[in-house]
RNA sequence: CGGGGUAUGGCGCAGUCUGGUAGCGCACCUGCUUUGGGAGCAGGGGGUCGCAAGUUCGAAUCUUGCUGCCCCGACCA
């Protein structure tokens, strides 16, 4: 008994009692399909143009994505921090950026008619930190980072938070005494990159990106292929299935050969495309897609350590501005990349990894003894696995019970009713696939708890 | 920022051309019947029709101005 009173304050849910406003039908605004669904599953709500509320079930997901994110850069030996959504408009004139950012930059006066700028992201900032406390080439390497909100103010905030103004972002900042130890920070995070997007389920292809006037090849945005995506891509097939490296990555090692293995293969999104390296790929390996950039890493030398003055003491005893490179995650639009990657007619299709309830269970007759008995054992056993699992002990019709599970897309569904218990059984399902069983409910509580 | 739409209850929409006391579906509340893939019947609540001026005896409807939102383009995580 108190196990289960205590269960039910931990993450786990009864939908009775739970914020979960599903529409039937979506509003007329939203035009791709995560921001439909997104709306739909009562995920969030648009407050103002590309400007939302998190609504729980968004809320857990955008979190559940934080923390992935965090733990890889955590893991890649970066450290986080915090800095404010609004900056002085001075910090910027230093590196000139103030007048050269135009009008996606939200300015904004305080009361004393100072300055200020709701921050679009953060080098200035961080580069103001840096120059503050570290003076000595012994203090390096560092890479620092945060996950904040940012805001832009687009022209055209479109397709819900894929391209919202004020969106979740993962960003880090490393500082090297030269360009080869930089680029050494530069291979960590791109391997911690990698582990990300794997973790999250998805298939993410380094390609290279424009580098501007810095040059070299120290820019790659982070591409998941999906039919709804903004830019055309090209790529090597083979990418599709190089490893990935495991948790047991060594990140003091030498990340060059895990980088190559990416990198030696073509990539490149339709403004960097080069038709004839493409096309001298063999025909079966010419990957031509759609996608979504999830993430965006880059090194910019001194450009800002230079104007604005972070310098280390070097060996020699002379001082030098640092080297700098960046390395964005846009947490916010990954859970739009991740439903448009993974949906169906019925709904959302989670990850594991990111779903916002491991398994739900629907009770098909509430007020039944032996139904509720079964759901609630189902419920108890599933919460202590640590499966944060969602109970639908609503009185709803059947049919609506199962369009609402579908739509918001948790991996399993357990659905007890009193003709399947009649003779011992619960219907298993798989969200993904649609597969279903009639099992014993020790079977499917087995079943669905075997990988928590 | 150029071009094009649109604005009527929480959501989806009709009504606007041709001015005359605001309607439908879903959702919500009550009751009854139902209950295994978005139930049926009956009753009920909720909207100063985006805002502001104007025309008119009378404006959701006509005129003018403004604003929000959406789509296409250029731009970006």
Not at 169 to 186: G, I, P, R, T
């Amino acid at each position: 008994m108190c196990r289960v009173l205590s269960s039910e304050h931990e993450d786990s849910m009864r939908l009775s009692r739970y914020f979960l406003p599903i529409l039937k039908e979506a509003p007329k605004e939203a035009e791709i399909v995560s921001h439909r669904l997104m709306l739909r599953a009562g995920m969030m709500r648009q407050q103002a143009a590309g400007i939302y509320s998190w609504l729980p079930l968004g809320y857990k997901v955008l979190m559940k994505i934080e923390q992935i994110v965090r733990e890889e850069q955590n893991r890649s030996g970066a450290i986080e921090l915090m800095m404010p959504t609004i900056q002085s408009a001075d910090l910027w004139r230093e590196s000139g950026r103030y007048d050269a950012y135009g009008k996606e930059m939200l300015r904004i006066t305080d009361r004393h008619e100072r300055e200020m700028l709701f921050g679009p992201t953060n080098e200035e900032m961080i580069t103001d930190i840096f120059r503050t406390y570290v003076r000595s080439y012994r203090d390096l390497p560092l890479n620092l980072y945060h996950i904040q909100w940012k805001f832009r103010d687009e022209v055209r905030p479109r397709f819900g938070v894929m391209r919202g103004r004020e969106f979740l972002m993962k960003d880090a900042y490393s500082f090297d005494v030269d360009q080869a130890a930089a680029e050494k920070a530069y291979a960590k995070m791109f391997v911690a990159y990698l582990r990300t997007y794997k973790r999250l389920g998805l298939t993410a292809i380094p390609m290279r990106a424009d580098t501007g006037p810095i040059g070299g090849n120290l820019s790659h945005e982070f591409i998941i292929l999906a039919s709804t995506g903004e830019s055309a891509v090209f790529c090597d097939k083979e990418l599709l299935d190089t490893p990935v490296p495991g948790e047991d990555v060594d990140f003091d090692a030498d990340m060059k050969p895990i980088v190559e293995s990416f990198t030696n293969k073509y990539a490149a999104t339709e403004e960097m495309h080069d038709e004839a390296a493409f096309n001298a790929l063999p025909e079966d390996r010419r990957v031509s897609a759609r996608g979504i950039e999830v993430g965006h890493i880059f090194y910019f030398g001194t450009k800002y350590s230079e104007p604005m003055g972070a310098k280390v003491a070097m060996p020699d005893g002379t001082e030098k501005p640092v080297h700098m490179g960046s390395y964005g995650v846009g947490v916010s639009r990954l859970i739009g990349a991740l439903i448009e990657a993974n949906h169906d007619d019925a709904g959302i299709i989670w990850p594991e990894s990111v779903a916002p309830f491991g398994a739900g269970i629907i009770n098909l007759r509430p007020g039944d003894a032996a139904v509720d008995a079964a759901c609630d054992k189902a419920y108890a056993e599933l919460s202590k696995a640590g499966l944060d699992p969602l109970y639908d002990d609503t009185d709803a019709r059947p049919g609506a019970k199962f369009a609402s599970m579908d739509l918001i897309g948790l991996p399993w569904q357990i659905i007890v009713g009193p003709k399947g218990l009649a003779d011992g059984v619960v219907e298993l399902k798989y969200r993904r696939t649609g597969e279903k069983q009639l099992v014993s409910l020790d079977a499917a509580i087995a079943r669905v708890t075997e990988k928590a």
